[in-house]
């Protein structure tokens, strides 16, 4: 009704989409016919809600038990999301601790030989000891939910720290020669291993898991069985199998859980499907290894030899009657159905005139772990979830028998093909695909809502359109990739770095009228911009008549020295060769520098900064020094493909301003090709080793054979001033600048 009464009566557009002609924004829209979106919406859903509610009560209505199974196994698949999303990853994690410490171990930075001549095995200061201590502190420090680390030798040896409950971190130390352990105190401000505790005896060997190893492939990663700790407390070990490079079993590298993680897992509220519902954790042979239950035993008996595996409890011998139960259920299940391990979903067991849905899920991991999860839902639970979603469904039904099914076809088609076609522009927006995405007035649509989000989506693409001349344009598609305000943030690259500067355009722009002066600079810098983008870089930023440029800043670029040279020698090409009859100087650098958004809170800029920028910018400045054009320092000189391709020469070892060690400069002549500076080259070469080796005479005389090479002039000169000055013997020569 309320569309039709819009399409009857002309409804002008109240809505301010445009400040106006004078601010530079175009004219406001024709007048359109609009429907508000609310009520189209509203009419377009209630159908398919009523139908579904209408179908959903005839599915209650005649099979309650049907739809009690299905969300009983619904809730099954939760719990199966919880163990795969968050209990397995976090059962990796003593293997994660595992492969960091062979990792340390195959760098060297981790021993197992922990061995002293004088104090065997208990030597708490031996430098080994020390690191490994270090190390493991700093592992269960970062995985909190690990009790234990530790590594073992093939002889029988092993020490690691064990996290108690009450956070304090005791040092174990076992002898296998004396069959004895010594427990230790730790400091974890010095990071230290203090006096001893107690003593006591000890054979790792006793281990039945230990002693398996033995016959186990080298690197492997697998849980043990599960067995009492020193400690007490049954659990269960990650294990990683060392071997030297010839294959020869060296020890093991272990991190343990406590059986009390499995139980504070399933206990917790978002991973129970309901309240009253019962989780239980078994093995391949249904012996326990964890309930949501309080007070439910999991060991039989626990002997006093800490070697021994303990008696633990299969779950139809257990005493709590609902375990005992699920336990039988499942035996007689997997007897008369003659498969083992075979899924359960839904079965029904009664305990204590109490009806349950039985579901069974399994736990495996790629390092042997083969549980399963048996949950247990009352099906009261499931009742009242099916109770609430017919009355609920009846409501719905009721309120909504009015809707006309024509209506909601036409009103579908009238919402969802702007929708659509907008959906499709902002997606290709996200990608800065930005042509063609401008909606003209006869594309808008009828609907008020929706022609305010295209009009407004029109701002958009202006805004973001313009945006892409401010800052790079992979910084823009980063954004958008990303989703996420920008903030101050930067890390340390490896970034290839090029300063230029346009000689005498200062005195040019005093000269031009301002409108040709625009022309000319845009001209110039946008053929600077060019070069450098077809290349893999970025502008960092235009300074006056200088522009600065990043390889491997904001994207990897394969080669970006040699990259960043092609583009310095494109780049003066370009300005030699245009119309303004200017010159340009150009520094190139490789470093680690900092590269992010600086600034503060309210405004960024993505740059870099570092020593690596200032020395580029040095580098620059020292071709008005030397009378070159493109200098480039040895980090960018090292790269063995910029030597294939073009001919270097080293120029000299400068200390720039704000630095007391030198750096070698090397200027980039020309192509590899051109042997028309071969000759010249050699010769400079040939004097500048004469000037290291303090002989200033013949470097002179060298240096004054090259009469047309500026770097040559200079250190002619320099070779005479130290004739009549001349340093000490031995001492290092170089260059040392303290302008800019």
């Not at 595996?309 to 159905?337: C, N, Q």
């Not at 301003?657 to 050699?682: C, F, M, N, Q, W």
């Amino acid at each position: 009704l309320a569309f039709c009464l819009q399409m009857i009566v002309p409804v002008k557009n109240t809505t301010n989409l445009h400040i106006g002609i004078n601010d530079g924004m175009p004219p406001p829209p024709k007048s359109h016919r609009h429907c508000p979106l609310r009520p189209l919406i509203i009419f377009n859903s209630s159908f398919f809600v009523a139908v579904s509610a209408c179908v959903c009560l005839i599915i209650l209505s005649i099979n309650a038990e049907t739809a009690v199974e299905t969300i009983s196994k619904n809730l099954a698949s939760q719990v199966l999301l919880s163990i795969q999303n968050r209990f397995l990853p976090q059962m990796a994690l003593p293997h994660l601790v595992n492969s960091q410490n062979f990792e340390l171990w195959g760098d060297g930075d981790l021993s197992l030989e922990f061995l002293d001549e004088t104090h065997p095995y208990f030597n708490i200061s031996h430098p080994n000891v020390i690191r490994s201590f270090r190390q493991y502190m700093r592992l269960l420090n970062s995985f909190k939910s690990v009790v234990w680390v530790y590594c073992g030798t093939q002889q029988g040896a092993f020490h690691g720290p064990e996290r108690k409950m009450d956070g304090t971190i005791i040092w174990h130390t076992a002898d296998p020669l004396t069959k004895t352990k010594q427990r230790y105190a730790t400091d974890p401000v010095s990071k230290s291993v203090g006096g001893v505790l107690s003593n006591g005896s000890y054979e790792l060997f006793k281990r039945a898991w230990y002693a398996g190893m033995a016959a186990s492939p080298c690197r492997s990663m697998e849980w043990s069985v599960i067995y009492t700790f020193s400690t007490g407390d049954p659990g269960i070990s990650a294990v990683l199998k060392v071997c030297s490079q010839d294959g020869v079993w060296q020890g093991v590298f272990a991190a343990d859980y406590t059986l009390d993680f499995v139980q504070a897992f399933l206990r917790l509220p978002d991973v129970l499907p309901t309240d009253n519902s019962v989780l239980v954790v078994v093995d391949s042979e249904r012996m326990l290894i964890g309930t949501s239950l309080a007070e439910v035993p999991l060991m039989a008996s626990v002997s006093e030899d800490i070697n021994a595996i303990p008696t633990r409890v299969v779950a139809k011998a257990s005493t709590h009657p609902l375990v005992k139960a699920a336990g039988m259920y499942v035996d007689e299940f997997e007897r008369t159905e003659r498969v083992s391990q075979q899924h359960i979903l839904g079965a029904q067991l009664k305990v204590l005139d109490k009806l349950y849905q039985l579901s069974t899920i399994d736990i495996k991991d790629d390092y042997g772990l083969q549980w399963r999860v048996w949950v247990l839902i009352p099906e009261e639970d499931l009742f009242s979830v099916v109770h609430a979603s017919r009355n609920l469904t009846i409501i719905i039904v009721v309120f909504l028998v009015t809707v006309v099914l024509v209506l909601n076809a036409i009103m579908s088609i009238i919402i969802t093909r702007p929708v659509q076609q907008l959906t499709k522009s902002v997606s290709l927006a996200t990608e800065l695909k930005l042509e063609g995405l401008l909606r003209t007035d006869n594309q808008l649509s009828s609907i008020a809502e929706l022609n305010v989000m295209q009009t407004k989506f029109n701002i958009l693409i202006n805004a973001l359109s313009s945006f892409e001349k401010f800052v790079p344009k992979h910084l823009v598609a980063s954004l958008l990739q990303e989703g996420r305000a920008a903030q101050l943030h930067a890390k340390s690259l490896p970034v290839t770095l090029l300063f230029l500067d346009i000689e005498k355009f200062t005195e040019l722009t005093e000269k031009l009228p301002p409108d040709e002066l625009v022309q000319m600079y845009a001209e110039i810098m946008g053929g600077l911009a060019k070069i450098c983008e077809s290349h893999g870089g970025i502008v960092d930023k235009f300074i006056g008549d200088a522009i600065m440029c990043l390889w491997n800043a904001l994207l990897p670029v394969e080669n970006d020295k040699a990259e960043a040279v092609r583009a310095a020698w494109r780049m003066r090409r370009l300005v030699l060769t245009g119309d303004w009859n200017l010159e340009c100087r150009i520094g190139i650098h490789h470093d680690m520098v900092m590269v992010g958004n600086f600034g503060s809170e309210s405004r960024l800029n993505f740059t870099a900064l570092g020593d690596g920028v200032n020395l580029c910018s040095r580098l620059e400045s020292l071709n008005k020094y030397y009378g070159t054009r493109i200098l480039l320092s040895e980090t960018v000189k090292s790269d063995a493909l910029i030597g294939s391709e073009f001919l270097l020469r080293m120029v000299d070892r400068v200390a720039v301003k704000g630095k007391k060690k030198p750096v070698e400069v090397y200027e980039l002549v020309g192509h590899l090709s051109d042997t028309r500076h071969t000759a010249r080259i050699e010769k400079y070469a040939l004097a500048y080793s004469k000037y290291l080796a303090h002989d200033f005479s013949a470097a002179s005389e060298l240096f004054n054979q090259l009469p047309e090479d500026k770097p040559a002039r200079r250190m002619h000169t320099l070779c005479r001033q130290l004739l009549r000055c001349p340093p000490s013997p031995g001492t290092e020569l170089f260059t040392d600048l303290e302008q800019k």
